[in-house]
């Protein structure tokens, strides 16, 4: 495979996984640009390491036409002259980098992976161009039978992966209390229309995976993300459920146009600055208990939390079935 008469290298590394075996896997592919491993958090050695499996990203553009307070695009994309406003990269280019990972990990004993392509950016923001994303993207996945795309998003664009239907794309909704939502996510639909949607997906046969994140303990928020929950499974029931409670890296807040939400913040992580542990605790227990007791669901993990707050929660991170994991 060439790019600009260059061949693309895949590159590969060896990771230690959370279980504590050893694995050889893809670490970029040519310059990274498009793929690359999201490897920042170290092996969980203390208490205070942020649990989170080194999963791909598919970098396929950037940005957000939302804006989220806590946004931490706001912080990474903070030296771009656009900012957070959403680019798309070349599809030819797309296109090669994931032709030359397909060529080189579908017909040996590499692992099946998913390639994230909401970390950087919302996976629906590009549907109405003449060439929508995922008609795109899906129609490169669909060549092979071993690695899978996820979208995540809170985009109400769900009209093309309606129609596609394909088994290569895992839809994952970014959800919170609507209280919540209407305070500090400004411009994205309502979280009604985002699990209406996820509804649909999950009605035409898509895995949909949510994301219950940031939580926020707002007044009376055990009210808030109770009603939450029983309006999500009143609905549908999702494949897995991801709990992550507000958290901001510096740079993000420094960037951030509305601090409001940076009063909530009052420890020093790995990741940033966290919620009060006491309390991130309170809120992970009544959520994952009410699920347990009230819908018999279990399949729930933690995004970027500690290995302490894992430990706490009697919760086992060493095979993790988080939203970006397999």
Known sequence: MKEQGR????????????NGERCKLVSQVGDGSIIRRFDKTPSPNSPDDVICPHFLELKWGYGCPYQCAWCYLQGTLRFLP?????????YSKIQLHLESFFDCTTSNGYIPEILNAGEIADSLMAENREKPFSKFIISIF???????????????NINNILRLGSDRLIPSFTLNAPAVSDRWEKGAPSIEKRIGDARELSDSGYPVRIRIDPIIPIENWESEYLNLIQSIFTEFRPERVTLGSLRGLQSTINNAHDKTWVNYLSERSGWGKKIEASIRYSTYKLIIDHLRDNYNYKSVSLCK???????????NYYDIKCNCAW
Request: hydrophobic share 30%.
């Open 142 to 156: 669909d060549t092979q039978r071993k690695h899978k795309v996820l979208f995540l998003s809170k985009s109400g």
């Open 82 to 90: 656009t900012k957070t406003k959403p680019m798309i990269k070349d």
């Open 7 to 18: 061949k693309i290298a895949v590159k590969y590394q060896e990771y230690l996984n959370l």
């Open 305 to 315: 939390e500690t290995k302490q707050m894992w430990q706490t929660l009697s919760m």
